[in-house]
């Protein structure tokens, strides 16, 4: 058969599984908090491309939001070169990161602008939509009006809250509660953690309100996309409120509103339509984004997967001042995966997580430099020495055996931990294999076995049962360590992972210690 004859064959067996980000606001450059987003999800998708799925991974950019013109305004240049200069950088965090995402979606992109519009012609035509006058107090920091009888926003406390008369399109969201809620009840959409699957349930049992979906195109300073066919007055003329435009960015970055077929490949045949996001943001995932979809008759997505804050020495992250994190100068000075394992292994997606250097500096030492490190250097310096190939076991004992229980159950604790949202327990489970393997290579001492002859066949059964952990090991990481897992492999000599090693091949330390 052809090449191109197997791929065609791969790609009939395989099936679509699409994951995403959410898009950032991009009135700065990238931090911290969103480099872990990033990574989250791009664990998703590697193990789902593992697993013999099609992924299609998008990301992007939120270029129609009044932040960003206000930021704009702030540094003296054009909203349009601020929000391209700012997508640029987003952008770079795919070689930065490692992210293995297939599409940059921009919202001020003409595909975008076309989805958004057929979107929200959807909701007209099935009724979704009326004008009403609206008064209230807005939130430019997470761009919503806050619920009534409320002073302040609860994830932007320190900002100001503007004060807003005007008269817009509503969406009738309140239609949509209960379908929802049984949606969720019967698990056709997931969310995990369950303490946020309870809280949206709350949310839409105490009933949803009708909201507002449109805009003055004179307070967004012209800088969104128009409402089709508004009517107004250049004086009271409509926007689209930046949700339901960045929304829509997950169905346009695969052809919805240009490529119909690439869209239904890509998300109506998917079997998983995940979304990776943080929790400020997830009522608008769990209940606008379904009652947008409703109204075009698209599937929704399958599964909600929600993260905490990263926050700095105790500090919550901004995009400037000082918890500002750069995720491109932590990759420069320590390496991308050094920084992928901190924020998979040490910020549950459970909570909140915190990071500092000092503490960052501590886990790179102890677990990756003085555990995973040393534990490919010694076994790989030790087979060397033996011969440089791999040996067969010979008979166990009991300390080969209770290796064996850790190495043999590590897969499926991966792939239950990341079935589950629990990258942080993926990691800690791989780390409990290290570390077993590391003890096992103690009490077995082979450098000691390889100076007695009689101890060849215990010699070469302790080589094999840490080579083939290391294997293992090499495994589970390839979605969390993609560059690490393909180092393992290589100075096992293996070419792909999986393969069997022959020669075993010396490479550089995979994590040299920061503190000296």
Same mark, same amino acid.
């Given at each position: 058969?052809?090449?191109?004859?197997?791929?065609?064959?791969?790609?009939?067996?395989?099936?679509?599984?699409?994951?995403?980000?959410?898009?950032?606001?991009?009135?700065?450059?990238?931090?911290?908090?969103?480099?872990?987003? =990033?990574?989250?999800?791009?664990? /998703?998708?590697?193990?789902?491309?593992? !697993?013999?799925?099609?992924?299609?991974?998008?990301?992007?950019?939120?270029?129609?939001?009044?932040?960003?013109?206000?930021?704009?305004?702030?540094? #003296?240049?054009?909203?349009?070169?601020?929000?391209?200069?700012?997508?640029?950088?987003?952008?770079?965090?795919?070689?930065?990161?490692?992210?293995?995402?297939?599409?940059?979606?921009? $919202?001020?992109?003409?595909?975008?602008?076309?989805?958004?519009?057929?979107?929200?012609?959807?909701?007209?035509?099935?009724?979704?939509?009326?004008?009403?006058?609206?008064?209230?107090?807005? &939130?430019?920091? &997470?761009?919503?009006?806050?619920?009534?009888?409320?002073?302040? &926003? %609860?994830?932007?406390?320190?900002?100001?809250?503007?004060?807003?008369?005007?008269?817009?399109?509503?969406?009738?969201?309140?239609?949509?509660?209960?379908? /929802?809620?049984?949606?969720?009840?019967?698990?056709?959409?997931?969310?995990?953690?369950?303490?946020?699957?309870?809280?949206?349930?709350?949310?839409?049992?105490?009933?949803?309100?009708?909201?507002?979906?449109?805009?003055?195109?004179?307070?967004?300073?012209?800088?969104?996309?128009?409402?089709?066919?508004?009517?107004?007055?250049?004086?009271?003329?409509?926007?689209?409120? *930046?949700?339901?435009?960045?929304? $829509?960015?997950?169905?346009?970055?695969?052809?919805?509103?240009?490529?119909?077929?690439?869209?239904?490949?890509?998300?109506?045949?998917?079997?998983?339509?995940?979304?990776?996001?943080?929790?400020? @943001?997830?009522?608008?995932?769990?209940?606008?984004?379904?009652?947008?979809?409703?109204?075009?008759?698209?599937?929704?997505?399958?599964?909600?997967?929600?993260? #905490?804050?990263?926050?700095?020495?105790?500090?919550? @992250?901004?995009?400037? #001042?000082?918890?500002?994190?750069?995720?491109?100068?932590?990759?420069?000075?320590?390496? $991308? %995966?050094?920084?992928?394992?901190?924020?998979?292994?040490?910020?549950?997606?459970?909570?909140?997580?915190?990071?500092?250097?000092?503490?960052? *500096?501590? *886990?790179?030492?102890?677990?990756?430099?003085?555990?995973?490190?040393?534990?490919?250097?010694?076994?790989?310096?030790? @087979?060397?020495?033996?011969?440089?190939?791999?040996?067969?076991?010979?008979?166990?004992?009991?300390?080969?055996?209770?290796?064996?229980?850790?190495?043999?159950?590590?897969?499926? !604790?991966?792939?239950?931990?990341?079935?589950?949202?629990?990258?942080?327990?993926?990691?800690?489970? @791989?780390?409990?294999?290290?570390?077993?393997?590391?003890?096992? =290579?103690?009490?077995?001492?082979?450098?000691?076995?390889?100076?007695?002859?009689?101890?060849?066949?215990?010699?070469?059964?302790?080589?094999?049962?840490?080579?083939?952990?290391?294997?293992? /090991?090499?495994?589970?990481?390839?979605?969390?360590?993609?560059?690490?897992?393909?180092?393992?492999?290589?100075?096992?000599?293996?070419?792909?992972?999986? =393969?069997?090693?022959?020669?075993?091949?010396?490479?550089?330390?995979?994590?040299?210690? /920061? =503190?000296?």
């Amino acid at each position: 058969m052809s090449v191109r004859g197997r791929r065609e064959e791969h790609a009939a067996m395989t099936i679509p599984f699409y994951v995403s980000t959410a898009i950032p606001y991009v009135n700065a450059e990238p931090h911290l908090g969103f480099a872990y987003e =990033a990574v989250l999800a791009d664990v /998703i998708a590697r193990h789902a491309r593992a !697993r013999g799925h099609d992924v299609r991974f998008v990301t992007g950019s939120d270029e129609h939001s009044l932040k960003n013109v206000l930021a704009a305004e702030r540094a #003296g240049v054009s909203v349009a070169e601020l929000v391209r200069a700012n997508a640029a950088r987003f952008a770079a965090l795919r070689e930065t990161l490692d992210l293995s995402t297939d599409v940059f979606v921009r $919202t001020s992109e003409p595909r975008h602008r076309a989805a958004v519009e057929r979107s929200w012609r959807a909701l007209a035509e099935r009724g979704e939509l009326y004008r009403a006058p609206y008064r209230g107090l807005y &939130c430019a920091g &997470c761009e919503r009006f806050v619920d009534e009888g409320e002073e302040r &926003c %609860d994830e932007h406390p320190q900002s100001a809250l503007e004060r807003v008369e005007e008269e817009n399109w509503f969406l009738r969201l309140s239609a949509h509660g209960e379908t /929802i809620a049984r949606a969720i009840d019967e698990g056709r959409l997931r969310i995990e953690p369950e303490a946020h699957r309870r809280e949206v349930l709350a949310l839409l049992r105490a009933g949803l309100r009708d909201v507002s979906v449109s805009r003055s195109a004179r307070r967004a300073r012209g800088w969104a996309i128009p409402v089709p066919g508004d009517a107004g007055s250049a004086k009271d003329a409509q926007v689209i409120w *930046v949700w339901l435009d960045a929304l $829509t960015s997950y169905a346009s970055a695969i052809g919805y509103g240009d490529d119909d077929e690439a869209f239904g490949a890509s998300w109506r045949e998917a079997r998983e339509r995940v979304h990776v996001l943080g929790k400020g @943001i997830l009522r608008f995932h769990a209940a606008l984004w379904p009652a947008l979809l409703s109204a075009a008759r698209e599937p929704w997505p399958t599964r909600l997967y929600v993260h #905490g804050y990263v926050t700095v020495e105790g500090r919550k @992250i901004a995009k400037s #001042g000082a918890a500002a994190i750069s995720p491109f100068e932590l990759v420069a000075r320590h390496g $991308t %995966d050094a920084v992928r394992w901190f924020l998979l292994r040490h910020l549950p997606v459970d909570r909140d997580g915190d990071f500092s250097l000092e503490r960052f *500096v501590a *886990v790179h030492d102890a677990e990756l430099a003085n555990q995973l490190g040393n534990l490919l250097a010694r076994t790989v310096s030790l @087979i060397e020495r033996a011969g440089g190939r791999v040996p067969s076991a010979h008979e166990e004992t009991e300390l080969e055996r209770a290796l064996r229980v850790e190495v043999d159950g590590l897969a499926a !604790r991966v792939d239950d931990a990341l079935d589950r949202f629990a990258p942080h327990e993926a990691a800690s489970a @791989i780390a409990r294999v290290v570390l077993a393997a590391n003890a096992y =290579a103690d009490r077995r001492a082979p450098w000691s076995l390889a100076r007695d002859p009689d101890a060849r066949p215990a010699l070469e059964t302790t080589l094999f049962h840490l080579a083939d952990a290391l294997r293992v /090991i090499a495994l589970a990481l390839a979605p969390l360590l993609p560059s690490t897992a393909r180092a393992i492999a290589h100075q096992l000599g293996a070419d792909a992972l999986g =393969a069997p090693g022959l020669h075993v091949r010396r490479g550089a330390p995979l994590f040299p210690r /920061i =503190a000296r």
